[in-house]
């Protein structure tokens, strides 16, 4: 049901990534067996283009073996096999072996036969918007109109944004570098190119005016990175989940129909601030939760102290701040098990207790055992516990309203053994009480969370700030201080370390298939945090 071709071929077992001659046999005989088998069939009569391995191909999913007694392999890298006869014994097999599957199921057959010319057809429609992007090329007035071009003619040197929405696009244009900085604000939803045919991706305004700008023409054919007018093109969003949505939006584009320009190293993000905070003459933009933790919190442990039971003097200056920091990230991953079923009185009881699940010679058994030892001990929770398949986790369920469960799984997790690690370093103050001491003004907290709260509520008197929630809010000034002078800025360098990775994630996060984009947020969406909508 998809759009792109997943062919891996291999000689031997061994994986020959630029193919050779047994992936051009097979090609061969997939190309001459359809058109042949669609030509005869009568599909090909109200469509005299013919179709071609391209539209044989779309949407492919294949692996092609072969196994021969004196390989013959191109490079040292053994990435392509040259044997010469290889592909027409490969052709032949193929030719037959497919002819064969079509006269014993025709139904499937047709079926491919119908997506083969459909696939044609949007070629052939593809065609005429490229040639229609390439006639207007630089020139169309609608990117005339649109975007900002800069006064750098080296592509070395310049840099292309592209930004969401119009009024950031303004204030873009307005505080860039004009010698260098090109800027091409895009408005509303860019398609979805996972799923959409490549026509329809080319007729779309948005994409159009960007294979404009960029200059390198589009599809296999005439698609020439060395063509490109910009060696850094910056993705700049909003940083709520619509921001995230279009810039992933773009992503998907760039991957599926200019894969080059991630792997020349051109494509980047910009990271715009996410606060702007001020306290007394310091004014400062931040980019994260953390950071905005950080900043309030390393002058406000110059001044205070916090006392803990058993101790002759109160913790201050850096050990404080280092305590601060131990005590924000187990409350962060200390989340993460509650968001799952584990109640927080049970979770801290195991970590009283230094309970660590993946000591040797621990398994599912014990970890259940651990856990109803330690509901017994904080009281109050109804658990039973049913076991799982061999080496499989057990499922612990806790009575109530409303009931909760979850799998001794958690407790083998890097999450619990990172959590293990930091409880260490904040065990005494989890012992509570503990007393927060700032000159003569002294606060008692009860836990661990409080302890966070209370000192980031004391860190932050007297400051003010303000969480940007889009591109918008901010000024052309501040917009360019902060998100696209070279010397202030940060950028992420978008990279792919993993090919079959990358495409086996844009197939499940933009594809057609519902199923598998359920399962992936089922599983990952209790570890989201901080999510702006």
Same mark, same amino acid.
């Given at each position: 049901d998809g759009y792109q071709e997943s062919v891996f071929s291999f000689a031997n077992n061994i994986n020959t990534r630029e193919g050779g001659t047994h992936l051009t046999g097979f090609r061969a005989a997939l190309t001459v067996t359809l058109s042949n088998y669609a030509q005869a069939n009568g599909f090909l009569k109200n469509f005299k283009s013919g179709i071609t391995g391209d539209d044989v191909r779309e949407g492919l999913t294949a692996v092609v073996s072969v196994r021969l007694p004196e390989p013959q392999f191109e490079g040292q890298t053994k990435a392509k096999l040259g044997n010469s006869d290889i592909k027409g014994l490969v052709?032949?097999?193929?030719?037959?072996?497919?002819?064969?599957?079509?006269? =014993?199921?025709?139904?499937?057959?047709?079926?491919?036969?119908?997506?083969?010319?459909?696939?044609?057809?949007?070629?052939?429609?593809?065609?005429?918007?490229?040639?229609?992007?390439?006639?207007?090329?630089?020139?169309?007035?609608?990117?005339?109109?649109? /975007?900002?071009?800069?006064?750098?003619?080296?592509?070395?040197?310049?840099?292309?944004? /592209?930004?969401?929405?119009?009024?950031?696009?303004?204030?873009?244009?307005?505080?860039?570098?004009?010698?260098?900085?090109?800027?091409?604000?895009?408005?509303?939803?860019?398609i979805n190119a996972e799923k959409a045919r490549y026509d329809k991706v080319l007729s779309h305004n948005e994409i159009r005016l960007l294979i404009s700008a960029l200059g390198t023409g589009i599809g296999p054919e005439e698609f020439d990175v060395a063509k490109l007018r910009y060696?850094?093109?910056?993705?700049?969003?909003?940083?709520?989940?619509?921001?995230?949505?279009?810039?992933?939006?773009?992503?998907?584009?760039?991957?599926?129909?200019?894969?080059?320009?991630?792997?020349?190293?051109?494509?980047?993000?910009?990271?715009?601030?996410?606060?702007?905070?001020?306290?007394?003459?310091?004014?400062?933009? /931040?980019?994260?939760?953390? =950071?905005?933790? =950080?900043?309030?919190l390393t002058t406000w442990v110059e001044d205070a102290g916090v006392k803990v039971p058993g101790a002759k003097t109160p913790i201050t200056g850096e050990p404080l701040r280092e305590l601060l920091r131990a005590v924000s990230e187990v409350e962060s991953l200390r989340g993460k098990f509650t968001r799952r079923g584990v109640p927080a009185p049970l979770l801290n009881e195991l970590l009283r207790t230094k309970f660590r699940g993946t000591k040797r010679g621990v398994g599912h058994p014990e970890i259940a055992e651990a856990v109803v030892r330690a509901a017994a001990a904080v009281d109050g929770y109804d658990v039973s516990v049913q076991a799982g398949e061999a080496n499989e986790g057990h499922t612990v369920s806790i009575a109530g309203t409303p009931p909760r469960s979850f799998s001794t799984d958690l407790f083998k997790s890097p999450d619990y053994v990172s959590l293990g690690e930091l409880w260490e370093q904040v065990a005494t103050v989890a012992k509570g009480p503990t007393t927060i001491i700032e000159g003569d003004r002294e606060t008692a907290v009860a836990s661990l969370d409080e302890l966070h709260r209370v000192a980031l509520e004391h860190a932050r008197a007297g400051a003010t700030f303000q969480r940007y929630k889009g591109l918008g809010e901010m000024n052309a000034e501040e917009l360019a201080d902060t998100t696209m002078n070279a010397e202030s800025r940060t950028l992420l360098k978008v990279t792919m370390e993993d090919a079959v990775g990358a495409d086996q994630m844009f197939t499940v996060l933009m594809g057609d298939a519902v199923e598998p984009r359920r399962e992936f947020i089922e599983k990952y969406a209790l570890d989201v945090a901080n999510l702006d909508i």
């Open positions: 052709q032949q097999i193929v030719n037959d072996k497919l002819a064969e599957a079509f006269e =014993e199921d025709p139904t499937t057959a047709r079926k491919i036969a119908d997506k083969c010319v459909r696939a044609a057809q949007a070629r052939e429609a593809a065609r005429k918007a490229r040639e229609l992007t390439r006639k207007k090329g630089v020139d169309d007035e609608g990117l005339a109109a649109k /975007l900002a071009e800069c006064s750098e003619r080296d592509p070395q040197y310049r840099e292309l944004f /592209l930004v969401e929405g119009a009024s950031a696009g303004g204030s873009a244009k307005e505080g860039r570098d004009r010698r260098t900085q090109a800027v091409l604000p895009l408005r509303g939803k860019i060696h850094k093109i910056i993705l700049m969003t909003d940083a709520d989940v619509d921001g995230a949505h279009i810039r992933t939006l773009l992503l998907t584009f760039f991957f599926r129909h200019m894969v080059s320009v991630i792997e020349s190293g051109y494509l980047y993000i910009a990271q715009p601030p996410l606060f702007k905070v001020k306290k007394g003459k310091v004014e400062k933009y /931040l980019m994260s939760e953390r =950071e905005f933790e =950080e900043f309030f």
